[in-house]
């Protein structure tokens, strides 16, 4: 049974920095594609950055520079370092794997329960 399991949300205060870990188990291989959402309150979900099993990351645009996507097939886990944080990226973060490079949620077959963010002003 495959899962994924995120970590490292919490509470901060604007302009600080998180990291945050999804390990997905359960696989067979290195997931091909392991992405980053999140989902604010009453807000649908939107992707952040996709990271395929070699290399390539695509980042939305809304990004800016400040969220830095990795992976470590090893093992397994997808990061995602978090940097200049604000009140507007408070939100659920969850990470999910697809068989193709996307960033849209319905090309993504399995999530994470994903972790919460709340970045204070």
């Known amino acids: 049974q495959v899962q994924l399991v995120e970590s490292g949300g919490d509470s901060v205060q604007a302009g600080g920095s998180l990291r945050l870990s999804c390990a997905a188990s359960g696989y067979n291989n290195s997931p091909y594609c392991m992405a980053w959402f999140r989902q604010k309150a009453g807000k649908e979900r939107e992707g952040i950055a996709a990271v395929v099993s070699y290399g390539a990351t695509y980042y939305a645009d809304f990004m800016k520079g400040r969220f830095t996507a990795s992976r470590d097939n090893a093992k397994s886990t997808l990061y995602l370092q978090m940097n200049s944080l604000q009140p507007d990226d408070t939100a659920m973060y969850y990470c999910?794997?697809?068989?193709?490079?996307?960033?849209?949620?319905?090309?993504?077959?399995?999530w994470g329960q994903g972790t919460q963010v709340t970045v204070s002003s």
């Open positions: 999910a794997v697809s068989r193709v490079f996307s960033l849209r949620p319905q090309d993504f077959d399995d």
